[in-house]
């Protein structure tokens, strides 16, 4: 039996994990082991080998994350922050707003105009009075954006009518609104943000 497996992984026989240069991947549960040595830089599960192993390939190792991409356009990513996109990329995935202005080249959700950078530890959130990035985050936050795009798209009616100027004027004020938002503490992206209710920010 041949000793290859997913991209840039070796069977070990006698432990039936699949050897990947620094760490082990177990294939009965598809995941790493031990931690990325990366850290946080590899993205917020430092167990993961991919989103999708079987979809999601980057055989040079060159492929860089929304939040890389986003940083990039931002200017680069100051240490012990991230990039925040404001609507979120598969809520914009999902909406016609959105794709419509994508499809005419006119707009990407990891544009600079999408993004804010906030802090990924609880002391600097504090110290700053930023909203946390850190972790998964809630739900409300993903369904205020999808709100926010959805009272959008109603307003314009028929996209495909729609001129670029309106397009784009509809999605820049959608990402004001969830800027405003995590501004005024109206929406927190963590559970764990442990600022006081209603601090405001200046993201």
């Known amino acids: 039996e041949q000793p290859l497996r997913l991209p840039g992984q070796y069977y070990d026989e006698e432990t039936g994990l699949h050897y990947n240069l620094f760490r082990y991947y177990a294939p009965e ?24 192993p079987f ?11 929304p939040s890389a991409i986003l ?11 991230a990039a925040h996109h404001l609507l979120p990329t598969h809520i914009a995935a999902n909406s016609p707003l959105i794709q419509e202005a994508v499809n005419r080249g006119i707009y990407s ?6 993004g804010v ?3 990924r530890t609880a002391a600097e959130s504090l110290s700053t009075g930023k909203p946390l990035h850190s972790g998964r985050h809630l739900s409300s936050y993903f369904d205020a954006a999808r709100r926010t795009l959805a009272s959008a798209e109603l307003k314009l009616g028929d996209l495909t009518k729609a001129t ?18 995590l501004n005024m503490d109206k929406l927190r992206l963590q559970s764990t943000d442990r600022r006081a209710p209603g601090t405001h920010s200046n993201c």
């Not at 790493?32 to 167990?47: A, E, K, M, P, V």
């Open 29 to 52: 549960c598809g995941r790493f082991i031990s931690q990325d040595l990366i850290g946080l830089n590899g993205g917020f599960n430092l167990y993961r080998y991919a989103p999708n």
């Open 55 to 65: 979809i999601w390939i980057d055989p040079l190792g060159l492929a860089l994350s």
């Open 71 to 81: 940083g990039a356009a931002m200017g680069g990513t100051p240490a012990g922050y």
């Open 109 to 114: 959700p990891n544009g600079k105009t999408n």
């Open 117 to 119: 950078f906030l802090p």
């Open 164 to 181: 670029d100027e309106q397009i784009l004027s509809k999605i820049h004020a959608s990402e004001r609104l969830m800027k405003h938002a």
